[in-house]
C-alpha cells in the first residue's frame, strides 16, 4: 500500500481530522475501567486479574511504537492507519468471543496483545506526515491528533457504560458491548484510512519552511545520540510526575481533606477525576501550540519548572485550601498532556523530519517505564506511610518530594540538550533543502 499523494489543491487542514479519527478511537484504552466491575462479576474476577487487559495494551503499545516505527516512515500513515483499524478492532471482536464463551484469557490476548498493537502503531501513525504538512506550527499540529487520545475516554467512557446498562453486565452483555465497540472504531477510524494524505512536496504551504529542510538523523543513528537518551528523561519524569496524581486522583483529594471542616465527598471526587482529564486533553492543543511560539526547550522549563513548584505548593499548603490544591493538579495534569502533545515537533527540531515517526515510537518507551514509575511511588509511599500509622495529606508528603526531586532531573536534562553533531546527520542535508531547491529552480546560464 502506497503513500496516497495530495492531488493539487488539497487542504491540509483535512489531514488533523484524519489523525484525529484514529485518536479518539484509540483513546477508548483510558476507559477501560468501566469494564472492570462487571467483568469482575461476570467472570469471577480479582481487581488485578481485570486490570490485566488494559496492563497489557499499554505495554504493546510502547513496544509495537517502538519496534514498528521504523515501519510506519517507511510504509506510510495510510497502511499505518489500517493496521491499527484492524488490529484495535479485531482485539475488541476477540474479547466479545472471549466474554460470550467466558473464556478470560481470550479477553486478555485481544483487548491486550493485539488491541494493544493497534494502540500502538495508531499513536505514531499521523505524527511524521502531520510535521510535513505542518512545517511552520508543527506544535500545533501534533497537539490536535494527540489530544484524541486524551478526550477519547471523555466519550468512550460513558458510551460504554449507557452500553452496558442497556445490554446488561453478564458476560453476554459484556460481549455486545466489546462487539458493538469492534465494529463501530472500525467505521470511525477507516475515515481517517480514506482521509489521509502525504504532501505533494517538501514546501507543502507557501513561504513555509521546507519540511525536510535543515540536517536529518534517521531513527538509528538517533538512539545514539545524547539528545535522545536526554529527551528520554525528560518525558519519563514529566509523565511520572504527571501520572502519579491521575492515578490516584480521587483517593487523594479525599485523603487530604479527610481531617477537614469540609471533607470531599464521592461525588465530588469523581468530579476532580473528570476535571483532571479535561486539563489533561487542553493541554494537549494549548501547551503544544504555544511551543510554537516560546521553542520546545522553553515550554520544557515551563512543565518541568513550574510543575516541581505546582508540586511543592500541594506538599506545604494543599491540605489548607481546595481551590489551590484543585488549581496545582490541573496545572500538572496540563503539564502532563503538553508534554506528549510537544515532544515530537521538540524531535522534529532535533532530528528533522527524515524518520521522525520512528524515533518518537523509539522514545515512547519512556511513556511505559513513566506508567509503571508514576503510581508505584505515590501508592508504595501512602502504603508504608498508612503502615506506620500515618493519616490524610501526610500519607502523600515523601511522595510529592520524590515528584519535585524527579521533575529536577527532567529540568537539568532538558538544559543539557544541544543541537545534534553532525556526524549523527544522513549526508548530503546539512545544507537546508529549500536552499537546494531554490538552486534548483534556478534557470540554467547561458
Not at 286 to 293: F, I, N
Request: aromatic residues 10%; proline residues 7%; neutral net charge.
Amino acid at each position: 500500500m502506497s503513500p496516497p499523494v495530495a492531488p493539487p489543491g488539497w487542504s491540509r487542514w483535512l489531514v488533523p481530522p484524519a489523525a484525529l479519527s484514529v485518536h479518539l478511537s484509540i483513546g477508548q484504552a483510558y476507559a477501560w475501567s468501566v469494564f472492570k466491575p462487571p467483568l469482575e462479576s461476570a467472570l469471577d474476577l480479582s481487581g488485578t486479574q481485570s486490570a490485566l487487559p488494559f496492563q497489557l495494551g499499554i505495554v504493546m503499545l510502547g513496544l509495537s511504537a517502538a519496534f514498528g516505527g521504523t515501519l510506519v516512515e517507511r510504509r506510510g500513515p495510510r497502511w499505518a492507519m489500517t493496521v491499527a483499524l484492524i488490529c484495535f478492532s479485531s482485539g475488541f471482536l476477540l474479547s466479545a468471543l472471549g466474554a460470550a464463551t467466558e473464556q478470560y484469557w481470550l479477553i486478555v490476548f485481544g483487548y491486550g496483545f493485539v488491541g494493544g498493537i493497534g494502540l500502538g502503531i495508531g499513536y505514531i501513525s499521523p505524527v511524521s506526515t502531520l510535521i510535513k504538512w505542518f512545517p511552520d506550527r508543527p506544535g500545533m499540529a501534533t497537539g490536535i491528533a494527540i489530544m484524541g487520545f486524551g478526550g477519547g475516554a471523555l466519550i468512550a467512557s460513558p458510551w460504554s457504560a449507557q452500553m452496558l446498562e442497556s445490554f446488561g453486565t453478564d458476560n453476554v452483555g459484556i460481549a455486545y458491548a466489546f462487539l458493538v465497540h469492534g465494529l463501530t472504531y472500525a467505521v470511525f477510524m477507516l475515515l481517517g484510512v480514506l482521509l489521509v494524505r502525504v504532501p505533494r512536496s517538501a514546501r507543502p504551504v507557501e513561504g513555509a519552511p521546507a519540511a525536510l529542510s535543515g540536517p536529518q538523523v534517521s531513527a538509528r543513528s538517533a538512539v545514539r545520540t545524547p539528545q535522545f537518551w536526554l529527551l528520554w528523561i525528560v518525558l519519563t519524569m514529566n509523565v511520572t510526575a504527571g501520572i502519579g496524581i491521575l492515578e490516584k486522583a480521587a483517593p487523594m483529594i479525599t485523603d487530604f481533606f479527610a481531617d477537614t471542616s469540609a471533607p470531599v465527598s464521592a461525588t465530588a471526587a469523581a468530579g476532580f477525576v473528570a476535571l483532571l482529564s479535561a486539563a489533561n486533553m487542553a493541554g494537549r492543543i494549548g501547551w503544544s501550540t504555544t511551543s510554537d511560539l516560546i521553542g520546545r526547550k522553553n515550554i520544557y522549563r515551563v512543565y518541568l519548572g513550574v510543575g516541581a513548584l505546582m508540586y511543592a505548593l500541594i506538599a506545604l499548603l494543599g491540605d489548607s485550601s481546595k481551590p489551590l490544591f484543585v488549581l496545582c493538579a490541573l496545572v500538572i495534569l496540563s503539564f502532563y498532556g503538553g508534554g506528549f502533545a510537544t515532544v515530537p515537533a521538540y524531535l522534529k527540531d532535533l532530528f528533522g523530519t527524515y524518520e521522525v515517526g520512528a524515533i518518537h515510537g523509539r522514545l515512547l518507551t519512556a511513556w511505559s517505564t513513566a506508567g509503571v514509575l508514576g503510581p508505584l511511588i505515590v501508592n508504595w509511599v501512602a502504603d508504608r506511610q498508612e503502615a506506620a500509622g500515618r493519616h490524610g495529606a501526610s500519607l502523600y508528603g515523601v511522595s510529592l518530594i520524590i515528584m519535585i526531586g524527579l521533575l529536577v532531573v527532567g529540568f537539568i536534562a532538558n538544559e543539557l540538550v544541544r543541537p545534534v553533531d553532525p556526524r549523527h546527520h544522513v549526508p548530503g542535508t546539512d545544507t537546508p533543502k529549500e536552499a537546494a531547491d531554490d538552486r534548483r529552480e534556478q534557470p540554467e546560464s547561458a
